[in-house]
Structure formats: C-alpha cells, structure tokens
C-alpha cells in the first residue's frame, strides 16, 4: 500500500517535506521543477547564467519557507510564483543598471542555446538561428505580455493557471496574452511566411 | 461567448503559437542539484540574484537624503531675496520730524500704561471733572516709574528732549531761542588726518526747525494739566 515518494503528486509531495522535512520529498519536487523553471526564466531573460542562479534561488527560497505554502494551492503555481517574482525583479536591476550604465552594448549580448542532441549541421544551424531569431524576438516584446505568453505558449500553462502565478484576472490575462501574441507575429512575420 | 472569441484569436495566431512551441527546451546544468545540495548544507542562503542585500542600507538614505536637497533648494529658491535686504549704507537717515512723532507714540504708550487711556497728538486734556487729588497722581506716576522700571530712561530721554517738563513753567521763547544759539557753538571742525584748517560743520543730518504746530500743542496741553489741576485744588478747599 505505501507508495514510493516518486508516484507521489506535487502537493502530496510538498506536505510530506512540511509534515516530516523529508529532504527525499524536496529532491523530487527541485528535479522535477528544475527544468521547466529553468526554460520560463531563461525566455523571460535570455541569459544563462543569471536564470540558474534564479531557479537556485527558487529552490531555496522553496526549502526556507516550506510553510508559506497553502494545500488550497497547486504546488506548480507556487514555485513559478516565487521564480516569476525573482525573474521581474532581476529585470528591475537590469534596467536600473542599463540606464547608469555608460556602455550599453546591445550586440554583446549573445544568445545561448544549448547543444542536445547531434543533428546535421545544416539543420542545426537552421533550428539554432531560429531560436535565436524568435528569442530576440520574445525579449523585444513588453515583460507584462512576454511573461504570460512564455507561461501559456511554451509552458503550456492554463489561463486559470496563469492567472494565479501572476495574481491578475482570466480576462487580463487572455488580452495580454494576445497583445503579446500580436506584437510577436510583428515581428516574427518572415520566419513564418517564408 | 468570450471563449470563442479567444480560441479565434488562437488561430489567428497559431503561427505564432506554433513558432513559440517548438522552440528548444532549455535544462538546468548538470551540476544544478550537487550546488543546491552543498548550499542548503552550507546553510548558505544569500541569494545570487537580485535579491542580494548590500551592507550599507542605502535606501533608508535616500528618502532623507532627498528631503535635505529639497529644504535647502526651497531655501534657496524663495528665502534668497537679495532686494528685500537693505544696505545700511544706503538707508535714508530719519526727519527730525518722524523722530519726534516716535517719542510721542512711545511717550503715549507709557501714558496708556499708566491711565489706561490713550492720549491724541491734537488732545488738550481737560479734567475739570475729576475728583482725584494731586496725592493720587503723584502716587500713580511713582507706580508707573517703579513699574516700568528701565523705560523710565526713556521717559527721561524723551524728557531731555523737551525743553520743558510737567512741574515747572518755561519760557518756550527763551528756550528755543537759548537751543538756536546752542547750536551755533561747536560748528567748526577739522578732518583728521589733514592740515587743513578747521571748517564749518553743520552735522551729519539735516537740521530742521522746530514744529511750530506741535510745541503749540504741548503748551495748550501743559495749560489745560495746569488749569486742571488748579481746579481740583479749589475744589478740595471748598470741601473742605
């Protein structure tokens, strides 16, 4: 009858590490989360190394208040909370910072896409280009709508979903979701018709 | 209603949409869950990103700070008013005229202290009813000098000004006559530092003659104290 803590759901999982600090229950979840934190964040910045630092900073901030969560709560919803929170507020100092900043060089900002698997060298340039065609694209787009289109488009999250990681209503969400699509299609109209 | 108008708009944007789902997953490093683990065992819970505090509270500063550049700027801004100071070289010294209309306010000021009554420039003081005795006014003026205390220097003064008082009669004739030949003694003098010889001088300010109008009010005033005070005098013989 016991079940292994791997077939355990999210919540169940989360109440197991508050009732018992059970590190196991917290390993699960941190591995189960990793990436997909790792892929919102990264599209919501386009940069490596300050998104692993986020999804780190996430998963502490996950061990350290283990109790703020609510069982009423998708476990999911929670921590893309505490990641969306972290990712707005490293946008906030990157923008104060650019503004003071003295040498602003956009084209020293490089796009990294990692390398997965081996696919020839002609598709891979094709696919690696349009990744970071529709990346540039997606960091031009306002952070207000390209959050929600990150969240929806390629997290696949549902608008209710959605709603409650960024604390706005279904409707605000559906409209900017669809501003975010549209200023998207703008700008990424050659890639798509050609 | 709505839903439908939203799944329109999700194929009107299915490129998009379409575009946005394949692109490549990014993944956490390799070693993601080795640096969680010997952070939380290190206890090291300072955050790498944004949230990462300074150790010098600035922003408790900047409120204050802001409020202090604000104050003086105000300060600056509206108290800097050049023309409003006046150069004391350039201030226009007082009429003789002024001056003695400031120790008859002053000297009206002493006298409502002492009577509660305020006594007009033009007034001739007519007490031909009044039942209080010499003895009670002497008695009141000794009150107001022990009350007034250093203003009686000023009383003085403004006396000193006079060249008559309350209790002796005055030739006024022979007293402006005596302040004109006065002011003929001592006119010559010599600028220091010069061999020159000693020249005319007629003083820093400009003389003036006495006003007429207003030693005639104080004659007619010191008349009418004379006249009042000879009645009640009589007055008390008769009770008597």
């Known amino acids: 009858m016991n079940k292994k803590l791997t077939e355990f759901s999210d919540e169940e999982l989360i109440k197991e590490f508050q009732d018992n600090n059970t590190i196991e229950a917290y390993e699960i979840l941190v591995n189960r989360f990793k990436d997909p934190l790792t892929n919102y964040v990264y599209r919501f910045l386009g940069d490596r190394d300050i998104c692993t630092d986020i999804v780190q900073d996430t998963m502490i901030k996950f061990y350290l208040h283990k109790d703020s969560y609510k069982s009423f709560a998708k476990f999911s919803t929670w921590i893309y909370t505490i990641a969306g929170n972290l990712a707005r507020n490293e946008l906030k100092r990157r923008k104060r910072r650019t503004i003071f900043s003295l040498n602003n060089d956009d084209e020293d900002k490089k796009i990294q896409i990692e390398d997965t698997s081996f696919v020839s060298p002609e598709r891979e340039t094709d696919s690696q280009m349009k990744g970071e065609i529709i990346q540039k694209a997606l960091l031009k787009v306002k952070p207000v709508y390209r959050e929600v289109v990150i969240l929806r488009d390629i997290e696949g999250l549902s608008y209710e979903e959605i709603a409650e990681i960024t604390d706005l209503s279904i409707g605000t969400v559906k409209s900017r979701i669809n501003r975010g699509r549209k200023h998207l299609q703008e700008l990424l109209k050659y890639i798509y018709s050609g | ?240």
């Open chain 2, 1 to 240: 209603m709505k839903n439908e108008l939203y799944n329109s708009y999700d194929e009107e944007y299915k490129n998009v949409i379409k575009l946005l789902s394949e692109l490549p997953r990014e993944s956490a490093p390799p070693n993601f869950e080795y640096n969680l683990s010997v952070r939380i065992k290190n206890r090291n819970f300072d955050l790498n990103s944004s949230e990462k505090k300074s150790l010098f509270p600035w922003r408790y500063f900047v409120p204050a700070t802001g409020a202090v550049i604000a104050s003086v700027f105000v300060f600056l801004v509206l108290f800097n008013d050049s023309d409003s100071l006046e150069n004391p070289f350039q201030i226009q010294p007082k009429l003789r005229s002024e001056i003695k209309s400031d120790l008859f306010s002053s000297k009206k000021i002493l006298g409502s202290i002492g009577n509660n009554q305020q006594i007009n420039e033009n007034d001739v003081v007519l007490k031909e009813d009044t039942k209080q005795t010499d003895k009670s006014i002497i008695e009141k003026e000794e009150n107001l000098a022990s009350n007034i205390g250093p203003k009686s220097e000023l009383k003085d003064e403004v006396k000193a000004d006079f060249p008559f008082n309350d209790n002796n009669s005055t030739n006024l004739d022979e007293a402006l006559s005596e302040r004109r030949l006065n002011t003929k003694i001592d006119r010559r003098a010599s600028l220091a530092g010069r061999n020159a010889p000693s020249s005319f001088f007629n003083g820093f300010y400009i003389r003036e003659e006495v006003d007429k109008e207003y030693v005639e009010a104080q004659k007619a005033k010191l008349d009418s104290l004379k006249k009042a005070i000879k009645m009640s005098r009589i007055k008390d013989k008769i009770a008597q």
